[in-house]
T-cell receptor
Framework: KAGVTQTPRYLIKTRGQQVTLSCSPI?????VSWYQQTPGQGLQFLFE???????NKGNFPGRFSGRQFSNSRSEMNVSTLELGDSALYLC??????????????FGSGTQLSVL | AQKVTQAQTEISVVEKEDVTLDCVYE???????LFWYKQPPSGELVFLIR????DEQNEISGRYSWNFQKSTSSFNFTITASQVVDSAVYFC???????????WGAGTKLIIKP
């Protein structure tokens, strides 16, 4: 069974641009969540989608958005990039509706560098 | 508020030594879930263990063991007879019943020297 796939693996953008990151969950998994990882702030929850609906959202500005498609694949978008958005963006999937006690399966992440 | 503290930023030991990674958590929820994940240099976080607040039994899985103590709000992780392949960053995380968000500790970088 294929794992969580994130594309692209690396991305370089300049300030003011926008970026779209993609995540394909494990087949059959309906929940997809996104995390930002930086050396300074560590791992922070961005948002979580289940059956194409955003179920929970972290404390990030509106420049960060996401969506989930009917096949459970998810994208996140960051508009008007800032230098501080440079980070490793991790996607995770889980199979069931009860996210609270479920283990997450992570992708290898997209390393975004904003110049 | 919920919080996870991993006070050890980096630990370095020689192969075959035992090592314990500390995790202290804070939550007002009476039902909550604790997790440990491993992040090797490849970047992909790998699930190690999950514990709910009603199950204080310690767990052993091969060379790995976990000590959950509600009285001290700690969920410590011990690797026995460490190996070079154990080198990674280890994260402790908490999810309270009232919140879907997974709250992460800062992580402990473990270096196992041959």
């Amino acid at each position: 069974k294929a794992g969580v796939t994130q594309t692209p693996r690396y991305l370089i953008k300049t300030r003011g641009q926008q970026v779209t990151l993609s995540c394909s969950p494990i087949s059959g998994h309906r929940s997809v969540s996104w995390y930002q990882q930086t050396p300074g702030q560590g791992l922070q929850f961005l948002f979580e989608y289940f059956s194409e609906t955003q179920r929970n959202k972290g404390n990030f500005p509106g420049r960060f958005s996401g969506r989930q498609f009917s096949n459970s694949r998810s994208e996140m978008n960051v508009s008007t990039l800032e230098l501080g958005d440079s980070a490793l963006y991790l996607c995770a999937s889980s199979p069931n509706r009860d996210l609270k006690n479920e283990k997450l399966f992570f992708g290898s992440g997209t390393q975004l560098s904003v110049l | 508020a919920q919080k996870v503290t991993q006070a050890q930023t980096e630990i370095s030991v020689v192969e075959k030594e035992d090592v314990t990674l500390d995790c202290v958590y804070e939550t007002r929820d009476t039902t909550y879930y604790l997790f440990w994940y491993k992040q090797p240099p490849s970047g992909e976080l790998v699930f190690l263990i999950r514990r709910n607040s009603f199950d204080e039994q310690n767990e052993i899985s091969g060379r790995y063991s976990w000590n959950f103590q509600k009285s001290t709000s700690s969920f410590n992780f011990t690797i026995t007879a460490s190996q070079v392949v154990d080198s990674a960053v280890y994260f402790c995380a908490l999810r309270g019943y009232s919140n879907y968000q997974l709250i992460w500790g800062a992580g402990t970088k473990l270096i196992i020297k041959p």
